[in-house]
């Protein structure tokens, strides 16, 4: 499978498919839903960087929307120009050819070229004329849309057969690793080493907390069971390190968390624990994952969130170690106020909330500059200043009145 990138600007393939579907259609009102998202894509990208095609269908659509000859005219002689000499700008652009020739290797009518040099030579044709080349440029663009619809669900089809083999490949490995079998580890470099490598994680951490489920017995503690299973994926994390995706997995084993009173929500947990007090520890190197957390990176904001998004008594002290080893670190005395407010939220006994309240209230609190408070000062006022400057004439720019003096008249 290709690893070619573009950047386009439709969300998905289901958007493309709905606006090819809606010019297709020729329905007034699934005529403006297209143009109206066509107009958001040009938004989004200079208009270089978009198809020839959707540009023109944008142009078309808008000048009959115009329900204006002149609009449609100018409309039609630029899908002409456009897609005519579109090969030529591609293959020889300091070569000119007659536009009759162009719209020929194009499979453009030669009445259409005559039309478009007519209204390049200020002729406009009748609104009968204009109209008909109007659909007849709208079915020629479908066709473009209807290739490019097709295309995009071969790749999809072909992407879902890719991933289910990845994934049939990762599952099989992880589960190699936790029965103790060989392993390969050629399948393994090649599904880290595709695009398709973030789809993945899920797999790996349901496979991996599946299997510690499966373990459970109510005897043995979940320490122990991720301890065991840590030793035997050995050969997967240090494939991982090789390609950078450490802090990833991290991330996604954080990011499955959802308090839902499971065995697996607390292997997912035990699973946290352990990778943060690695980090934690990657200097004296106590820990079993303690190898596999150098230069790690970590998205802490994404991780904060989620865990006070869904936080609890039992997410409580992973939030806390994942305060401590934040980077950069927080202060001690912000930490004790954070964890005194989540230990508020969690119910927990908390015999100096009074003290945290009077504490709180007594810091001083942001100010903001004088340039954003602006607004509120008085008029005459001097910034920066205790003082207030005088409101006379010549302080605010006027000249002062000479009541003494007597004007001339010459």
Request: net charge neutral.
């Given at each position: 499978?290709?690893?070619?990138k ?6 998905d ?38 198809p ?54 194009a ?6 070229a ?10 406009i044709p009748s ?22 619809v ?26 190699s ?13 090649e ?12 797999l ?21 069971i ?21 802090g ?44 596999y ?64 309240r ?14 954003l ?12 200043s ?25």
């Amino acid at each position: 499978m290709n690893d070619d990138k573009r950047i386009v600007p439709w969300v998905d393939a289901s958007e493309f498919s709905d606006v090819a579907n809606n010019i297709c259609s020729c329905e007034t009102y699934k005529l403006r839903l297209a143009w109206e998202t066509i107009k958001i894509w040009l938004c989004r990208m200079p208009v270089s960087k978009i198809p020839r095609s959707i540009v023109c269908t944008y142009e078309l659509l808008n000048a009959y929307f115009e329900n204006s000859s002149q609009s449609m005219a100018l409309a039609l002689m630029r899908f002409v120009s456009l897609l005519s000499s579109e090969s030529q700008d591609r293959e020889r652009p300091n070569f000119a050819l007659p536009i009759l020739s162009l719209a020929r290797v194009a499979g453009l009518p030669s009445w259409l070229a005559d039309l478009r040099n007519d209204i390049a030579h200020g002729i406009i044709p009748s609104t009968d004329t204009l109209e008909s080349a109007f659909w007849w440029s709208l079915k020629y663009l479908s066709e473009f849309w209807a290739s490019n619809v097709n295309y995009n669900e071969e790749r999809i089809f072909e992407l879902d057969g890719f991933l289910k083999c990845q994934s049939l490949t990762l599952t099989k490995y992880i589960e190699s690793l936790l029965q103790g079998d060989k392993t390969s580890q050629l399948d393994m470099k090649e599904v880290f080493s595709s695009r398709s490598t973030y789809a993945c994680f899920p797999l790996i951490i349901n496979a991996i907390c599946s299997y510690g489920c499966n373990l459970f017995t109510g005897e043995s503690p979940l320490c122990n069971i991720v301890q065991n299973q840590a030793i035997k994926l050995k050969p997967l994390f240090s494939t991982m390190l090789y390609h950078k995706l450490v802090g990833e997995l991290v991330l996604q084993f954080i990011l499955g968390l959802r308090n839902d009173r499971s065995v697996d929500d607390d292997i997912r947990l035990e699973w946290c624990i352990a990778w943060i007090e690695a980090i934690r520890c990657r200097v004296s190197g106590k820990s079993i994952l303690c190898d596999y957390v150098d230069g790690l990176s970590l998205d802490w904001r994404k991780a904060l969130d989620h865990i006070l998004n869904h936080m609890c008594d039992k997410y409580r002290d992973l939030f806390m170690k994942l305060l401590i080893i934040r980077d950069p670190p927080i202060p001690q005395d912000k930490l004790k106020v954070i964890m005194s407010h989540v230990d508020v939220f969690c119910g927990r006994d908390v015999p100096n909330t009074h003290e945290l309240r009077k504490q709180v209230l007594c810091e001083p609190g942001w100010k903001l500059a004088d340039s954003l408070l602006w607004a509120e000062t008085p008029l005459g006022a001097i910034i920066n200043s205790s003082k207030h400057a005088s409101t006379s004439r010549q302080h605010k720019g006027v000249p002062p009145y000479d009541t003494k003096g007597r004007r001339q008249v010459c």
